[in-house]
């Protein structure tokens, strides 16, 4: 038997680092496990089934940005290096300053991907987007044209790019659709949070746009399985199938569910989730929208905190933890994001096991907000 890799996960308290430590520790994967993050467990909203797998002596704190961090978060008691590096870590948040994603996403990439190299890491997954994508009518592979649309992605592009160039460095890249599943925090969080408050008001749940636009999801059980498959057929299939020439030197992968999600089957499953009307604006508000992206942004915002903060008091929740309608202006563009993910499933031979978004799906989410006491 070969001995199981050693796995460092940088961002490990994310929402992908988190579920990947977990899958890891589930089904014990790794001979070794650290898990890295600036944020200490104790405040990053840990459910408890978590505890074991990402805190203790697994968990260190350091800012991985920072050149002077490497050695404690690299460094390992018995001398040797660790085998699997998963750079999950850089900043999540929308419509941030330049600065602040040049520092936390470029800058801990490049910090991070430069201390692998240098200590012969034998596989480096850097997590991207599928927001790096030129949008087009059909769905975007790995090869497709590159056009960042939002800042997130401009700089999780160039990451990738300044990346590539590193010498020695066993570089895979790995670009997600939107994730969702238990505890989820962000795009499906938000979404969800809408369709509550929207069912106290007692009113239609409109979306901007069409009911085509689409929004391509893959639940978390599969991307943690994904990133696992990947690191391993890289470092022991000595990238079987893979064709430099026609694919390029590093290996890039969607990972992309086959549900094909548009905001029409969203706002079905939410129909049906809560019990409300959902519908969409029309061309016309929908037009008017793009010239006045902002303030439609805010006027939807000022309608729906409120009433959110009312559910929250009425039901006790002091704590609401990351859940809120709050809607980000960057995540409501008129902009498919929509990708294909049969590489992954044709080189690496990868089957999702959640190869859609359903109502049931969508009901578990709300399950595990419900169990952490964070859902009106």
């Known amino acids: ?94 419509s941030q300053e330049d600065e602040v994603y040049k520092l936390r996403s470029l800058g801990l990439s490049l910090a991070v991907g430069k201390e692998a190299a240098k200590r012969g890491v034998k596989c480096f997954v850097e997590l991207s987007t599928g927001m790096v994508y030129k949008p087009d009518s059909s769905p975007s592979k790995e090869q497709d044209k590159l056009k960042p649309w939002s800042k997130i992605a401009v700089f999780k592009l160039q990451a990738e790019e300044e990346l590539a160039k590193i010498e020695g460095l066993n570089l895979v890249v790995v670009r997600l659709a939107h994730v969702y599943g238990p505890y989820a925090s962000q795009w499906v969080a938000t979404a969800l949070s809408m369709a509550r408050t929207y069912k106290a008001l007692e009113s239609e749940m409109k979306w901007l746009w069409t009911k085509d636009l689409r929004q391509n999801t893959v639940h978390i059980h599969d991307v943690t399985r994904a990133l696992w498959a990947i690191a391993g057929w890289y470092t022991t299939g000595q990238k079987a199938k893979w064709d430099d020439k026609a694919m390029g030197k590093v290996p890039v992968f969607n990972v992309v569910d086959k549900g094909v999600t548009t905001q029409g089957a969203l706002a079905d499953i939410i129909g049906q989730v809560f019990g409300i009307e959902t519908g969409f604006q029309g061309s016309l508000i929908s037009t008017f929208a793009k010239l006045n992206l902002d303030s439609v942004v805010d006027e939807v915002n000022d309608e729906l905190l409120g009433p959110w903060a009312e559910l929250l008091a009425d039901a006790g929740i002091t704590r609401p933890g990351p859940l809120s309608p709050f809607m980000e202006k960057e995540l409501l563009k008129d902009t498919d994001l929509s990708m294909d993910g049969s590489r992954l499933e044709d080189i690496v031979g990868f089957s999702y096991e959640k190869p859609k978004i359903s109502k049931e799906l969508v009901e578990e989410v709300i399950e595990s907000y419900k169990r952490m006491n964070w859902w009106p």
């Open 1 to 94: 038997m070969a001995e199981k890799p050693s796995v460092l996960i940088i961002g490990g308290l994310g929402y992908i680092g988190r579920f990947l430590a977990l899958h890891i520790h589930q089904n014990d994967l790794a001979s070794e496990v650290r898990v890295v993050d600036k944020v200490l467990p104790q405040l990053a909203w840990l459910a408890p089934e978590f505890e074991e797998a990402c805190s203790g002596s697994k968990f260190i704190q350091a800012d991985a940005s920072r050149e002077q961090a490497m050695s404690r978060i690299f460094d390992r008691p018995d001398g040797k290096q660790w085998d699997y590096v998963f750079n999950c870590g850089g900043e999540t948040k929308y």
